[in-house]
């Protein structure tokens, strides 16, 4: 910090009052000056700005009481867009936000190729066709937000992806070079842990402060958030759980190690196991609530060892960690009735202590409604941000 740079000052308490006219939606001036402590004239420099950049606008709300009525502040939440991107393996989700995190639309595109050149080409078409599209806006589509299922830098150079077996890739290049637009590429685990904090864990009290959250899909990954700082790590790679050894003499895991956590406590294991020992082929997320709510013993038998699994993974886990809030983005618990509870009568240890555990309610769609959130808050500057989830 450059002490006495006015700048620098000028532009903190733009993001402080940024931070609280999105949180608080409708604000005055001078509740603005009574919350952040700035006196009025600073306020009132600050906020004759950001209504010369379209950034926020006034209302005067009618009321039937005598008095003055008080203009109040709020963020122009369509001054410009927001593209976040889940790279999955074989789709695409691209989700559109405004300003403070309605979601406007929402599309998913099925890839079917593994090609990195033709990932790059399709993505750089739809990124196109949405900058067109939102051109209309004063900011138009302003960042692209791409969450990848694999290990990306502090550089945002992508390591590796497994499932595409793409290694040291620089999508951010690649794509700028033919592209006009701010983009950041980010693991899809850290952007899910950063959707959960901005949506439903925002408020600064221990619960809040250190959470964790884990991605019990197709693998295994998970995000953690200090406060309003993503941990990556020493090098962007944090979080790579789902590798964590549970059984040392357990299956060979592509990561090159035996028994991973994500061998047992991942979906397809489950299905797999499922779809063996019922003797059917293809099993869904569909039959696998129907079974449930059919009481079929060897479902539930199967759930209770999966049930084990997530749970001693989660005992390390927390061991490691400590956490406040631990969130558990799994579409199959969410499913079986009580999971939590059963998870947790199977941590039996009393060393480890976190404060809550809880099952995602933003779900597969985290990914994209994080992207969006990181977008949001690159744009305003802002260090801590508060958006309201609307579905
Ligand atoms: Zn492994």
Redesign the pocket.
Known sequence: MVIGDGAYIKKINRSLILQKIIEHQQISRANLSKITGLNKATISVQVSDLLDEDLIYETRPEHNSVGRRPILLSINQTAGYLLGVDFDYKNIQFTVADLIGNFVENNTINFDTEDYNEATSLLKEQIQSYQTKYAFSRYGLISCVIGIHGTVGKDEEINFIPKYQWSKVNLKKDLQNELDIHLIIENNANLSAFAEKVFHHPHNHNQSSHLLSIMLSSGIGAGRMIDWDMDKGCHGYTGEM??MIISPFGPR?????NG?W??YASEPILFNKLSEQLNKPHITHRDIKQLINKKDPVTHELFHEYIFYVAIGLNNVINLYNPGTVVLNSRVLKAYPNAIQKIKENMTSNVSQYDNIVLSELGRKACVIGACALGIQHFLGVSELFLSHHK
């Open positions: 789902g590798h895991c592509k990561c090159g190690n991973c994500e061998l």
